[in-house]
């Protein structure tokens, strides 16, 4: 038994393809995979089973030879390129296309994305690539087009149903309240699995499932909001969101969308609303590419306090 044994995302780590969460047309395309595969990418949101299926793809359908390498982890192109090159210029014992597994290829540098474009091409003959990324738009164009796309989302009702399965597989009890908060709960933090069973796990200690009153991320939202509301400078609440970061993981992605559904729900009029939510979209938009998550979501406060003044 290993530490992670505990850990739910890792007990209910999907073992089979059909214990994954997936749309029928993603069922039957992988399930019916062969040696005849073409390189894959598998994009989406953190936490909706990409490395999972990329792993279920070799263990499981084409119990074959593979490589798993995570981008993001190892240091310089050099040492991927090594490894790939090493581990594909051999055929495969039995015969089959070996596959290499580059997970989070979205961290390679634009410079490694073209190392790598090359080594795809030269290779292809032995070996068939598995990418995964969050952001597709991040990896170039040419690595894109020689591979078949698919976006990975766990269906929302399918996510509620498999919590409610880690619950009763836990001998944790719902009331009908409890359900309803779940069912939110599982709606806010959609499509990121791993991140609903974390919590899951976290709201549910002496068996008894508790989200509402620890969902500070809630309360931290509408702290911010208040501030700017009450004119307060967007340099006091920069510093409210420093000190909390805590509270929301500094997962800025999941503040813009409790600032989002807190201002879309709010009284204002129509039009200020609007500007507000386009200038909070825009920001969010921005967040998927920046290097300091903090200081964007700081320019967005700024941003936020120009077009309330
Ligand atoms: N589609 C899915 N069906 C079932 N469980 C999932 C799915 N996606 C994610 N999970 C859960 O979340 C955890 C993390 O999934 P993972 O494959 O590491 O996500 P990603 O690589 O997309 O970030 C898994 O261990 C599993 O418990
Ligand atoms: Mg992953």
Not at 43 to 59: D, E, P, Q, R, S
């Amino acid at each position: 038994m290993s530490k992670y044994d505990s850990l739910w995302v890792e007990k209910y780590r999907p073992k089979t393809l059909k214990d994954l969460i997936l749309n029928d047309e993603n069922r039957t395309f992988f399930s019916s995979l062969n040696d005849e595969i073409p390189h894959i990418m598998l994009w989406g949101n953190a936490g909706t089973g990409k490395t999972t299926l990329a792993k279920l793809i070799v263990n499981d359908i084409l119990k074959c030879q593979y490589l798993y390498i995570n981008a993001s982890d190892e240091n310089g192109v050099d040492t991927i390129r090594n490894k790939v090159i090493s581990f594909s210029q051999v055929k495969s014992f039995d015969g089959k296309k070996k596959i290499i597994i580059l997970d989070e290829s979205d961290g390679l540098t634009n410079e490694g994305q073209r190392i790598l474009r090359n080594v795809m091409e030269e290779y292809a003959e032995n070996a068939r690539f598995i990418l995964t990324a969050n952001y597709f738009n991040r990896i170039i164009e040419p690595i894109r087009s020689r591979c078949i796309l698919f976006n990975l989302k766990p269906d929302l009702e399918e996510s509620y149903l498999r919590c409610i399965h880690i619950l009763q597989q836990e001998n944790v009890t719902l009331d009908d309240n409890q359900r309803e908060d779940l069912k939110k709960f599982v709606e806010k933090r959609h499509p990121d699995l791993r991140r609903i069973i974390n919590d899951l796990q976290k709201f549910s200690l002496d068996k008894n499932f508790e989200a509402s009153n620890k969902n500070n991320i809630l309360s931290i939202s509408t702290k911010i909001v208040k501030a700017l509301l009450n004119k307060e400078s967007s340099l006091s609440v920069r510093k409210i969101v420093i000190e909390n970061e805590s509270a929301f993981d500094s997962n800025y992605q999941l503040l813009y969308k409790e600032i989002f559904d807190l201002i879309y729900n709010s009284k204002f009029e129509e039009k200020r609303k609007k500007n507000l939510l386009l200038e909070l979209g825009e920001y969010m938009y921005r967040d998927t590419f920046v290097l300091d998550h903090e200081i964007n979501f700081f320019c967005c406060l700024m941003a936020i306090e120009n077009s309330l003044n």
